[in-house]
């Protein structure tokens, strides 16, 4: 028999992996995910730190897009092997209970709120530029309209809609910086690593932040991967702690049955890797490609797009070498595949919210009510009913994924966009908060797959000490940041 020392989480069963051709289908929906990490705040930061800085943080730029395949990857390690999502896994940490999803969920809260007030902003001013009208009425015709598309799960074929046109936009980005491609000894001196004279944090920091996303892409791909079922459907994992004491599943006394299971999750791992690596790759060339941008378009003229006409001061990345209808093509491209974007994260943000809120929630649904000693006592009765109605509706995933859509990603958003209007000053708190966050997620992911998982399928030791850099490297940023805001240490 196996010791339960030894016993590990891991998924009950897993399906067979695609061979040869078969896995391109599970390949494709890599585009899908760099799509919608691409459109967070990239669009925006992106050149203004090339009109501001050159290619003088390049550098930079490729060592985030590398932590983030590898942090991508190891939560999708997690997902694949256990059948859990990430969120799941935190639970289970040791220390004060769900103190960890605690350290998620807030964040993601605000992370949420400004992200969609500020895409929304932004989108607006690229609105307003086209049609009659004023930035406030597109920002919240959009924000109002995408939350009723969630809401009624009418928003599958405007989610398609809106991918192609941020693929139209990725395309059109691509194909202009590849024209304007400066020489290349220019370009190549970005790669050596560096910090000039006028080096500002406050500045970088956002954009450090949103690349592919940030952390809330991290997340998202956890969801991702569990909704495409990478390594086999979902499992119920508070079903498995009831059943094997806190593990997802026993490790059968049957050894050719535990070597199969393995080998296929190998497999699935090398799957899911490859299309963590499509995502960040062209996720990635797009941001290198809005840099490009920013130099050679922006740089030259002094232009750093700010203000609530930002909008206005990205379209010469486009009309300054495809005319007037490159021009219109931005226009349109930003405000569409932005559209999306909003659509997206109203509806992935508030899963999250609704998943970790049933999990905080677990032991008050699981206590038992408290026997009525009197039976003709109607304040009793009524204060078990109310009980029970709390119970049934705090249960309901549905009802509070739509609740955290009327009120995180809706209605807090609004009130953040009309106290601020102007994109880039919305936004900068979102990025701050996705670049101090990162961390928390590499070392409690980077924790868990060590900890939880069977050492056969656990991180080897070139992904352990990438998860380990990436996690310090947000944590030095985000302590220089925080230094330097309170205590106006320069640099």
């Given at each position: 028999?196996?010791?339960?020392?030894?016993?590990?989480?891991?998924?009950?069963?897993?399906?067979?992996?695609?061979?040869?051709?078969?896995?391109?289908?599970?390949?494709?929906?890599?585009?899908?995910?760099?799509?919608?990490?691409?459109?967070?705040?990239?669009?925006?930061?992106?050149?203004?730190?090339?009109?501001?800085?050159?290619?003088?943080?390049?550098?930079?730029?490729?060592?985030?897009?590398?932590?983030?395949?590898?942090?991508?990857?190891?939560?999708?390690?997690?997902?694949?092997?256990?059948?859990?999502?990430?969120?799941?896994?935190?639970?289970?940490?040791?220390?004060?209970?769900?103190?960890?999803?605690?350290?998620?969920?807030?964040?993601?809260?605000?992370?949420?709120?400004?992200?969609?007030?500020?895409?929304?902003?932004?989108?607006?001013?690229?609105?307003?530029?086209?049609?009659?009208?004023?930035?406030?009425?597109?920002?919240?015709?959009?924000?109002?309209?995408?939350?009723?598309?969630?809401?009624?799960?009418?928003?599958?074929?405007?989610?398609?809609?809106?991918?192609?046109?941020?693929?139209?936009?990725?395309?059109?980005?691509?194909?202009?910086?590849?024209?304007?491609?400066?020489?290349?000894?220019?370009?190549?001196?970005?790669?050596?690593?560096?910090?000039?004279?006028?080096?500002?944090l406050e500045f970088l920091l956002p954009w450090l932040g949103f690349i592919l996303a940030g952390a809330a892409g991290i997340m998202w791909f956890s969801y991702w991967v569990a909704a495409r079922e990478y390594g086999g459907s979902v499992e119920d994992s508070s079903e498995d702690r009831e059943t094997n004491d806190g593990n997802s599943s026993y490790y059968e006394d049957d050894e050719e049955f535990q070597q199969r299971r393995k080998s296929r999750l190998k497999k699935w791992m090398q799957i899911m890797s490859t299309?963590?690596?499509?995502?960040?790759?062209?996720?990635?060339?797009?941001?290198?490609?809005?840099?490009?941008?920013?130099?050679?378009?922006?740089?030259?003229?002094?232009?750093?797009?700010?203000?609530?006409?930002?909008?206005?001061?990205?379209?010469?990345?486009?009309?300054?070498?495809?005319?007037?209808?490159?021009?219109?093509?931005?226009?349109?491209?930003?405000?569409?595949?932005?559209?999306?974007?909003?659509?997206?994260?109203?509806?992935?943000?508030?899963?999250?919210?609704?998943?970790?809120?049933?999990?905080?929630?677990?032991?008050?649904?699981?206590?038992?009510?408290?026997?009525?000693?009197?039976?003709?006592?109607?304040?009793?009765?009524?204060?078990?009913?109310?009980?029970?109605?709390?119970?049934?509706?705090?249960?309901?995933?549905?009802?509070?994924?739509?609740?955290?859509?009327?009120?995180?990603?809706?209605?807090?958003?609004?009130?953040?966009?009309?106290?601020?209007?102007?994109?880039?000053?919305?936004?900068?708190?979102?990025?701050?908060?996705?670049?101090?966050?990162?961390?928390?997620?590499?070392?409690?992911?980077?924790?868990?797959?060590?900890?939880?998982?069977?050492?056969?399928?656990?991180?080897?030791?070139?992904?352990?000490?990438?998860?380990?850099?990436?996690?310090?490297?947000?944590?030095?940023?985000?302590?220089?940041?925080?230094?330097?805001?309170?205590?106006?240490?320069?640099?």
């Amino acid at each position: 028999m196996i010791e339960a020392r030894e016993r590990k989480e891991i998924r009950a069963s897993t399906p067979k992996p695609p061979r040869g051709w078969k896995q391109l289908k599970w390949y494709g929906p890599g585009f899908m995910w760099m799509i919608s990490s691409v459109g967070s705040g990239s669009v925006l930061f992106t050149p203004r730190v090339g009109s501001r800085y050159g290619y003088e943080y390049l550098w930079a730029l490729l060592i985030v897009i590398f932590f983030m395949w590898v942090m991508i990857r190891e939560v999708g390690r997690y997902t694949v092997v256990t059948g859990k999502t990430i969120l799941d896994g935190y639970r289970d940490l040791p220390g004060p209970k769900t103190w960890a999803i605690w350290l998620i969920y807030l964040p993601q809260l605000i992370a949420a709120v400004v992200t969609i007030a500020g895409i929304a902003a932004l989108a607006g001013s690229a609105l307003m530029i086209a049609f009659p009208g004023n930035q406030a009425m597109y920002a919240v015709a959009l924000i109002i309209l995408s939350a009723i598309l969630v809401i009624s799960g009418r928003y599958k074929r405007v989610e398609q809609a809106t991918s192609v046109m941020a693929g139209v936009l990725i395309l059109a980005v691509l194909v202009t910086a590849i024209r304007v491609f400066p020489e290349f000894d220019r370009f190549t001196g970005g790669l050596v690593p560096g910090i000039g004279e006028d080096f500002d944090l406050e500045f970088l920091l956002p954009w450090l932040g949103f690349i592919l996303a940030g952390a809330a892409g991290i997340m998202w791909f956890s969801y991702w991967v569990a909704a495409r079922e990478y390594g086999g459907s979902v499992e119920d994992s508070s079903e498995d702690r009831e059943t094997n004491d806190g593990n997802s599943s026993y490790y059968e006394d049957d050894e050719e049955f535990q070597q199969r299971r393995k080998s296929r999750l190998k497999k699935w791992m090398q799957i899911m890797s490859t299309t963590a690596a499509i995502g960040t790759i062209g996720g990635g060339l797009v941001i290198v490609g809005f840099l490009i941008l920013g130099v050679e378009l922006l740089r030259p003229e002094g232009i750093i797009p700010e203000g609530i006409r930002v909008a206005e001061d990205l379209t010469r990345l486009l009309s300054e070498v495809w005319g007037e209808f490159g021009y219109w093509l931005l226009i349109v491209s930003v405000a569409i595949a932005l559209g999306g974007t909003i659509l997206a994260n109203q509806d992935g943000w508030p899963r999250m919210f609704a998943d970790a809120t049933l999990i905080l929630a677990e032991d008050r649904l699981d206590e038992p009510e408290e026997a009525n000693e009197n039976g003709n006592n109607g304040r009793s009765r009524h204060r078990g009913n109310g009980r029970s109605q709390w119970k049934q509706w705090l249960s309901d995933r549905e009802k509070l994924k739509n609740i955290y859509v009327i009120v995180t990603v809706t209605i807090l958003p609004l009130l953040v966009f009309f106290l601020v209007r102007e994109p880039v000053d919305i936004l900068e708190v979102g990025g701050i908060v996705a670049a101090a966050h990162q961390p928390v997620v590499a070392f409690l992911t980077l924790y868990l797959n060590k900890t939880k998982l069977p050492e056969e399928l656990q991180p080897g030791w070139m992904a352990f000490t990438v998860m380990l850099l990436s996690g310090l490297f947000f944590t030095v940023v985000a302590v220089l940041y925080f230094t330097i805001e309170l205590f106006g240490f320069e640099l």
